[in-house]
């Protein structure tokens, strides 16, 4: 990446034709708008693990773009010195990042053991039908994606469902229809816990790493009382772990390499930091260089 490029500036100045929108433009429009977050998020990390900022900058690309786009694995191998299988790798492996346009309002529903047994397949059926989309497909106005989850980790509100990962919680077909009206409606109803509904995109920002200002972004709250079901039942019954010192340390491994040593700290540089074959990548320590 050129210091032009990260400086924020586009190739195509005033008075070029813009040409095709291949991924190559797409990925210099997204070097454009998102240099400065990037440049912000790559500093969070020591210069020699400087991969490990790949996904908070797949975040910011579906902020912009609904979803990690072709050009937005270029974008990222540019900025981080990976080639694009790399990235591509890392985006197809996590199911947070979406290689397809994603709708505003992903919603996701949870099918595992805990929340099927209380109607969660129902659900995911009802919305398939009523919305007229499969998993991970989008309505056609763009709106929803629809996709079934595995285990949402809110089994003691089960069933339950999320729009763009807040919980909407003892969902049924009934409140999951009228939750997907209200939201191709241009409602946002509000969740079964933190602050109100924003898009995918609003999200991904989020989950980049960069504050959502609005005062009702963040709600915090007490524990359910689901959650709290089990120790109460402990307490009320004098149950506890025999011998448990919840101050216990944690003991270090015996035997065998020390972790670190392990993990490469004898080398000069980590084993998971080294530079990939193939594809020219541009090492990111010099386009931040050029960059200042
Ligand atoms: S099984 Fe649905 S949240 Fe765990």
Redesign the pocket.
Known sequence: MTETQLNGASASGPGNVPGPRSSLDRAENLVEKLSERAKEIIARYPADRSRSALLPLLHLVQSEEGYVSPAGVEFCAQVLGLNKAQVGAVASFYTMYKRRPTGDWLVSV???????VLG?QQVYDTLSEHLGVGHDETTPDGKVTLEH???????D????LTVNYDFFDQVDPDTAVALVNELRAGGRPQPARGGRLCTLKEMSLQLAGFADPRPEAVADGVAGDPTLRGLRLAQQHGISVAGFDPNTPIKAPTGGAPAAEAAGAGTSKPASDRKPAGDAPQPQEQALKEAK
């Open positions: 949870c099918t595992n053991t805990m929340c099927n969660g989850a595995e285990c949402l980790a809110a089994c509100y089960g069933p339950v």
